[in-house]
Every structure is written in structure tokens, then in C-alpha cells.
């Protein structure tokens, strides 16, 4: 490798860098304006026109603030968490494609690349959470660990039949293959799968469980402050990012779905945007589902995971094959999968009134009470009927 | 790294020993929960409380009855219409005093409002415990109509002081029915929307159903009282069933739950704000012209004697026994707060809960540790 | 509808209802975006000025710092060097101090005071950086009361007694002393109801 290929690719990093953080400063001040909207407030205000310079103040804020360390925190690994967390984020950005030009390397295994590097953040959830040396912190790693390896599967599982239908891993073919129909109107189902894991892999609402403020008050970064929690806060955003460009790239056919008209640099330019504005859909539905929902607990969580998610990714995969090998038009598939994605949504619909009914609170009027002269409490169908 | 542990006598295993509180963002206060878990388990729990303690019944006792009102507003710092009237009321029973009609008319409607605006905030705030960011918000936005409506008529937003000892401290202002009138038209779509919101989502079903269930027989036992006991399907409402106030002129329903699980305490007290606004619609129908306050002195001098009154606070049966001696400073304050009361049956709905579920179960009890340390 | 049916459909419609309304929240530090008070808005107690006779109107009678619930205020009365002749006082207020830091903002003292001379301003904003930042005493008290006065355009609620300047054949009682004092609420003379001395 000559020098120049060596600077080039220090170049294409760097670049890579900046931009990404140029993102994730758009996305804390976008997910801010998002969630107020929705919550019927103004969000950030102050700080430059209508507030766009608050995440720049923000991070400022937070690389000023003193770096604590706790007393009986494990040095080595504490300090190095935060890495261990953030370069898995960046490196996935190796291999995505943003225009069919733009991308630092494309690899022809670039899904399975992806999927590999993606895992290795739970090693830094972990490392925080042993670090720390706080039970909160520990009880965080903890879930952690267990929610994001649990998701994995159905998340790999739902790239999986993508990559079958694309017959490729390289994500400039799979967008090309999506040039006269989005993957996300063949597998419905398998969209459904990929969000939600995804948002699980995350850590994002409904799935927040290993940070959950109100339980494990910020899980492994509790004790985390300054410079190295807004490495945590970074990767986050980043991973954010990442998962709703994958989400266009796989499912809503990137940049070639419709395919941009002219060629050469304007293409490049339109297919940018285009993808952008797909993402940013993405987003806001990542940001409406945090605006709405609130949060499973960690049993339910796996039940969801292990009893609902894999085995229709499973399925998700036997319906494609089939599909693909008796070479039957795409719309079946496409029935069996929507019939799919209704199913699970009647389970969890179902699911979670099957125990006891719905509706447990009744009206007793008062009138009813007062009548009957002596009214003992604990007869408790008065005026029921 | 350390880790102090428990043994676990059954087993032998280790149970790890978690202090929630008092610095936990979801103890509502100065509340400290320990609790002992295997994995995600709550194996044991113990509330410890006091940490907000300031003697408020000790001081009552320096205090002159009138000044006293100021120290039961912040008692139960959410509902503190509702404590207030608690502690007139008593002295007014003690004093045989007659209050005249629209002063308790006045009383009806404001705290009810109370109501209202306290089980709004629980709302709000159990949707926060169980990781929802939205319902604080819009709770917030309900709450701060009737907040302005408080302001308007008692110039306060959270400590009153305007309901004295016979009677009420000002005539309602000229606009009051129109203004009432606007925030419980706003108030009727806010708790549709409210509701909507989370409480039929599968997620938070999921989440609260059949978690820290406690059975009516039980929570009689335990002293609970208020939404807590009539989600557990007892109809106790002391409203009803000994009526205080004019409260026996009013017609609502009492909204009674089945399992007494945190989706029915839920439940019962968004239920209870819809029969709270009928209550208020009904109230501000019949508010007759009058006095608003019975002639009573400023510096009261109660017989000697001792009285105990009930009354349904937003969390439950807010009883006050008041001794006098006959001077213008009581002998004795006893509150009984149903916060505290309710946290006692806590331990009881914390068995073989998760540690997630801790969170969900202490916020359906709706703590002020105002009102439990006092 | 599907939302009664599928919870977590409803919950985000109304989550996306509520994005296309306007917010509710105001930018409180800004003056023309922040909430107004209202009318009865109980601040901090401020006392009252007499512009007819220039001084204020309390004559340091104490009835409100023995009735203050937390004792956060203190006052001395003088002889008023204007009566008789611009003013009915008798007695004025030498010195007034009131701990804010203190005051739990009740309103008992402007309920007791028989002289409408204390009342509780639309003053709400006075943080601190020191403890004790918030012991004013009379010439901020007054300066607080003057504003509020202008404010709401502030009549004694009793002027026929209250105010300072002579009016001899209107008024039998020719002189406003601290002896009697009345039940704000019933107007009423209180015989026999006097506090007990601090
Ligand atoms: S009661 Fe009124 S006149 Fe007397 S000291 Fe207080 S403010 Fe002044
Ligand atoms: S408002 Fe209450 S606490 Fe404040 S000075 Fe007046 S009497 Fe004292």
C-alpha cells in the first residue's frame, strides 16, 4: 500500500468523522424539536435562530464539565468503555453507501460486515456497566447484554431475507435491485422486524430498558459524565443514524426507488437528498414511537424477542425461499408477509389482554350507595348490577 | 470493585442489595426503598421514610388555628385545597359553626378542581415511571388551566391559604363561571385525550396488569384507602359513604376497580377525574349568592374537646383529630395521612414483583412524602 | 375506531393530533412572552405608600408580625412628625424588615392589617446568590408596594379610615392609632382577641 493510498484513506476517515458528527448534531437538535412538537412545546429556543446552535452549546457544555471518576471504579475498563462503544458505531460507517458513488469502501460482504461490527457495542455497554462499579450501573450492563444479543437474532434475520432477495450482501446492489420496487412493499413483515429490532438494539423507546431513566436511572452511564458520557451520547446518536439509513437502504430503496433522472454529479446530488428525506422519515417515526410509548419490562422484552420476533424472522425467511425457489411473482410474497405482519400484530394485540380483560374499572353511582342504609365495603357488587 | 451482598438464606445464593432512593429519580420525593433482588427479582423490600419530616404536627401546636391552614397546605403539597378543608373543617365542627352556603360551594368546586389537577400530575408521572415522556407533558398542560383558575381565585398557585376556618378567604372573582366553565370544556377533551394516550396501549396493559395486585380484604387490613382501596373492588368512598361538606347533594359515581393491580389504580383515578368534572358542573350550576364566610374571629378560641373528621383527599382518607384545651393554640394535631397508610401495603405489593415493576407499583400508590413524613 | 381497539395505534394518533397544534408553553424570562399574573396574584408582601401625605401607610402596629406564621418580620413605630396637621397618623413605621427568604407567602398579614398597608405585591422573582439576599427592609418594601400600586392601580379597600389626609368633618374618629384593631374579615372590633405578646 503506497503512501497515498494511506492518506486517502486517513482522508476519507476524517471526512467521515466530521460529517458524522455533523449528524449527530442535526439529530439531537432534530429528535428535540420532534419530541416538542409532539409534547406541545417549543423545544430549543434560545441558542442561535430558533435555537439550531443548542446542540453545539450542548457539547460544549459537556466537554467543559468535569470527568468523574468513581472511587472504586475499575480504571482500565471505565475509561476505555466509552471507546469500546463508539468505534463499533463508526467503523459500520465503513462500508455504508449513501449515493451509488459515495462510500468510503464498498465491501461485497458490506450487510455481513455490518452485522458483525454492530454486535461488538455490547462489549462497551458491559465494560460501562462493570466499570462503573455501581449496582445501577452493573444492573444496566446487565440488561444491556441481554436485550441487544437477544435482538440480534431477529435483526440479523431480517437483513438475512434482504440479502436473499437482493441474491447479494453489497448494499450498492441491494439498492440497484430495488430500482422498480421497494423491498419494504415485498417484505412488509420483514420491515416490521427490522425496526423493532433494531429500535431494540438501540436501546430507543419502547426498548429503553438498559437505560431506563426511571428504573435503572441511565443504566451503565450512570456514573458517566463530561466528555466520555457525550462519547456514549455520540454513538447513540450515531447508531440512530445508521439504523434508519440501513432501514432506506434495505427496505425503502435507498436513492434508486424511484431512480433519480440526469447522470454524473447532479445524479450524485439528488440521490443524496432523496435518501436523506427517506431517512428523515425514518427518523420521525423513531422519534414518534419515543413521543408515545412507554417502555416494556425486561421479561417482556424477551418474551417479545424469543417468542414473537424470531420465530417470524424465521418465517420471514422460510416464505422467501419459498418464494424465490419456486420463482412465484413477488406479490405472493408479499401477501404471505402482510398476512404475517397482521398475524403478529392480533398476538400482541391479544397478548395482552388474554390474561385478564381490558376494562377492570366500574362505575358505582353514588345514588346506589347512599340508598342502602347500611352499606358494608367490602360487598362489592354495590350497584353493580 | 465492590458489591455489598446478602445472603440468601433459602438458597444460598446472593441477593444484591439495592438502595432505591432517597436520590432515585422515580421515589416521587425523599422516599428510600431498599430492596434485596435475584437477577431482576425483588426478593424483600423496606421502605424507609422521614426524610422529609418537618414536625408539621408538633408545630401545629404553637401555632394559632388560623395560621395552622398554612402548615396543612404543605402536608399534601399536590391537593392542598383538599388538606386545607380537612383542618377547617374540623375546627369548625369543634367550634359549631355553621358555613354558609356558597362558602361550601366554593369549597366543592375548588377542590375538586384539586382533585383533578392532583390526579393529573399522577398521571403525568406514572406515565414517566413506566417510560413514557408524553403523559407528564399533556397532564401538565390540563393541570396548568385549572393552576390559572386557582390563581385567579385564591391568588396562589400551589398554597392556598384560602379556605379559612368558616368559610372561604375572598369572594370568587366576577369572570369565575365563564373561566370555570372554558377549563372544564378544555379539562372533558384533555382527559379524553389523556386517556387515549396510554392507557389502552398494549404495552403499558402489558406493563401494569395483574403487577403489585393487592386484594380488597387486604388492603382493608393494610389501612389503604382512597383510589388504591376502590381499585382493589371495594366501594369506600368518603365522599358517599360518610358524606362531608355537601358532598351528599351531588350525584357521580364512584369508579370501582376489580383486581387492585397498578392498571386499576390507574384507572379508578383517571375514572375519578371524569366524575370530578360532574361534580364541579353540578356545584357551579347550583352556586348560590351569599356570605362566604361565617363570622368567626381571627384568633379562634375552640372549646375544650376533641373532634375527628374524615374527608377523601385526591389519595384517600385524610383524617384530622384536633384536641383543643380551650386557648387559642390546640393541644394536639393528629393527621392521618392515607399516603402513608397507603405505602404501608407497599411491602405486600412489592412480593415477587421485578425491579422494573418497583417503579410502576410505588407510583400507583401516589406518594407525597410531604404527607407521609409530615 | 381502530385505536380504540389497537392501543397503540390510538396513542399515536393523538401523539400526532397534538404535533400539528400550537405549544402551550410560554418563554418565561422574555416580558412580552411570558405568562400574565393575575388580578389576585399573591407575591411577596410589600407595603403600601400614601402619595396623598407622602409616607406609607403603616403605622408599625406589629398585628402582622405577631400574626406572621414563620415570624419573619420585624417593625418599630415612631411618633409621625407630620401629625397632625398632613397627616391623621398618629404613630408611622420606623423601621420594617422582612426576611423573604422566609415568608411562605400566605397572606395572613395583609388579612390582619387593619391599616391597608401591607399587601401582597405581583413580586416573584427575587433570587439570590447569598442566604440571606432577601432581608428587605422598609425602603425596598416601599419601592415594591409603589410598584404594585401603579400596577393594578391599588385603592385602600377601607379609605375612609386609611387615608392619611385630614378630612375633619367627614371622619369622627379624627386619628388613626394602633390601639384598635379590627377583624379585617367581619370588620368587626375585636375586644378581648388580642394576640398574646412575642
Ligand atoms: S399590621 Fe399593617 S399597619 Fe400594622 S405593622 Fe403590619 S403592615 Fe404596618
Ligand atoms: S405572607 Fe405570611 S409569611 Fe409572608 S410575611 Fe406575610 S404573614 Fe408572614
Known sequence: ??????????????????????????????????????????????????????????????????????????????????????????????????????????????????????????????????????????????????????????????????????????????????????????????????????????????????????????GPFVEYSGAHWSIFFLAEYMNTFTIAVLTVLLFLGG???????????????????????????????????????PRLRIDQLMAFGWKLLVPLSFLNIVITAIVLFYGLPLWVLTCLSGILLVGAVCIIRLNSSSSMERDTVRLVSAKDVRSKAKFSPLETSGGAE | MQIHETENETDGSIDLMINMGPQHPST????????????????????????????????????????????????????????????????????????PERAEYIRVILCELNRVASHMLFYGVYGLDAGAMTPILYAFREREKIQNLFESVTGARMMHNYIRIGGVKENLPRDFQQRLHEVLEHLKRGIEECDALISKNE?????????????????????????????????????VTDPYSIYDRFDFNIPVGTYGDCWDRFYVRVEEMRESVKIIEQAARDLPEGDISAAVRRIVRPPKGEVFVRTESPRGDLAVFLVSDGTDTPYRVKVRAPSFANLQALEQMLQGAYLADAVLILGSIDLIMGEVDR | MIGDIIGFIGGLAVTL?????????????????????????????ALTWDGDVEEPYCTGCMVCIRECPTQCMTAEMKDNPLYPEESRRRKIVDTFEINLGRCIICGICVDVCSFDAIEMSHEHELSKYERNGNRVDLQSLISMG?????????????????????????????????????????????????????
Open chain 1, 1 to 218: 500500500m503506497s503512501l497515498s493510498e494511506v492518506f486517502i484513506i486517513l482522508a476519507k476517515a476524517v471526512i467521515l468523522m466530521l460529517s458524522v458528527s455533523l449528524v449527530v448534531l442535526v439529530l439531537t437538535y432534530a429528535e428535540r424539536k420532534a419530541l416538542a412538537r409532539i409534547q406541545q412545546r417549543m423545544g430549543p429556543t434560545r441558542v442561535g435562530f430558533k435555537g439550531i446552535l443548542q446542540p453545539v452549546a450542548d457539547s460544549l457544555k459537556l466537554i467543559t464539565k468535569e470527568d468523574i471518576l468513581p472511587t472504586w471504579a475499575d480504571r482500565g475498563v471505565y475509561w476505555l468503555a466509552p471507546i469500546a462503544v463508539f468505534v463499533p458505531a463508526f467503523l459500520m460507517w465503513v462500508t455504508i453507501p449513501v449515493t451509488r458513488q459515495i462510500v468510503v469502501e464498498n465491501l461485497d460482504l458490506g450487510l455481513f460486515y455490518i452485522t458483525a461490527v454492530s454486535v461488538l457495542s455490547v462489549l462497551g455497554l458491559l465494560m460501562a456497566g462493570w466499570g462503573s462499579a455501581s449496582k445501577w450501573a452493573v444492573m444496566g450492563g446487565l440488561r444491556a447484554a441481554g436485550q441487544l444479543i437477544s435482538y440480534e437474532i431477529p435483526f440479523i434475520m431480517a437483513i438475512l431475507g434482504v440479502a436473499m432477495l437482493a441474491q447479494s450482501l453489497d448494499l450498492t446492489e441491494i439498492v440497484a435491485q430495488q430500482h422498480s420496487v421497494s423491498f419494504a412493499l415485498v417484505q412488509p413483515l420483514g420491515l416490521f422486524i427490522f425496526l423493532t429490532s433494531a429500535l431494540a438494539e438501540l436501546g430507543r423507546t419502547p426498548f429503553d430498558i438498559h437505560h431506563a431513566e426511571s428504573e435503572v436511572i441511565g
Open chain 1, 255 to 293: 436513492w434508486s426507488w424511484p431512480t433519480m433522472p440526469f447522470e454524473g454529479f447532479l445524479h450524485a446530488t439528488l440521490s443524496l437528498i432523496w435518501l436523506l428525506i427517506k431517512t428523515s422519515a425514518v427518523l420521525w417515526l423513531i422519534f414518534w414511537i419515543r413521543g408515545t410509548y
Open chain 2, 28 to 99: 416521587h420525593g425523599v422516599f428510600r426503598l431498599v430492596i434485596w433482588v435475584d437477577g431482576e427479582r425483588i426478593i424483600k423490600s423496606e421502605p424507609h421514610i422521614g426524610y422529609l419530616h418537618r414536625g408539621s404536627e408538633k408545630i401545629c401546636e404553637s401555632e394559632h388555628y388560623s395560621q395552622i391552614v398554612t402548615l396543612f397546605d404543605r402536608m399534601d403539597y399536590v391537593g392542598n385545597l383538599n388538606s386545607e378543608l380537612a383542618f377547617c373543617l374540623a375546627t369548625e365542627k369543634i367550634m359549631d359553626v355553621c358555613v
Open chain 2, 203 to 239: 404495552m403499558f396493559l402489558a406493563r401494569t396488569k395483574g403487577v403489585g395486585a393487592i386484594s380488597g380484604a387486604d388492603a382493608i387490613d393494610f389501612g389503604v384507602t382512597g383510589p388504591a382501596l376502590r381499585a382493589s373492588g371495594v366501594v369506600e368512598d368518603i365522599r
Open chain 3, 17 to 45: 393530533k397534538s404535533t400539528w397544534r400550537e405549544p402551550v408553553t410560554a418563554e418565561y424570562p422574555e416580558s412580552d412572552k411570558r405568562l400574565n399574573l393575575e388580578e389576585r396574584y399573591m407575591g411577596f408582601p
Open chain 3, 146 to 198: 409603589r410598584s404594585y400600586q401603579q400596577k393594578v392601580g391599588w385603592e385602600p379597600k377601607n379609605p375612609g379610615k386609611n387615608r392619611g389626609t385630614p378630612q375633619v368633618e367627614e371622619n369622627s374618629q379624627s386619628a388613626i392609632n394602633d390601639a384598635e384593631v379590627t377583624d379585617s374579615r367581619s370588620g368587626e372590633p375585636m375586644e378581648g382577641d388580642e394576640c398574646p405578646d412575642l
